[in-house]
């Protein structure tokens, strides 16, 4: 393959490869002043590594990273649209975690919670298989 027919080859491919957004991180002059706290297992949350690996998939499968709502969305869906709406409720089964995203009892989007739970449930295998989604 000639050169330049190669590098065309690999720009069209390149937009075939998963793009993401960087991580924001904050500039120095903020994080200067950032202490972290003393690290105790009694002080934190633990989530182990396959219910951590659960987790991720499940977030992945139920709203994938660069996910948007629609042009002119109403702000119910805008709402539901964003991750920070929702709670992830997480439990151990066999071989497998449970996992299951609810929004935030405060911030339901406008929703009566005895109408409809727009969250999702997921069994994920320690494999890192959707199992199944509800």
Known sequence: MKPVGFIILMS??????YLRS?????PPEVSAGIQFPEWTKEA????DGTQLKALQLAMEDFLPPGTKPPKNADAMTQCLYRIETYDAWLQRGEKMTFVHFTPREQERCGLRPEVMDPGASYAISDDGVILKRD
């Open 22 to 26: 960087k991580t924001p991180v904050a």
């Open 12 to 17: 069209f491919m390149s937009g075939c490869m």
């Open 44 to 47: 934190s949350t633990t989530v």
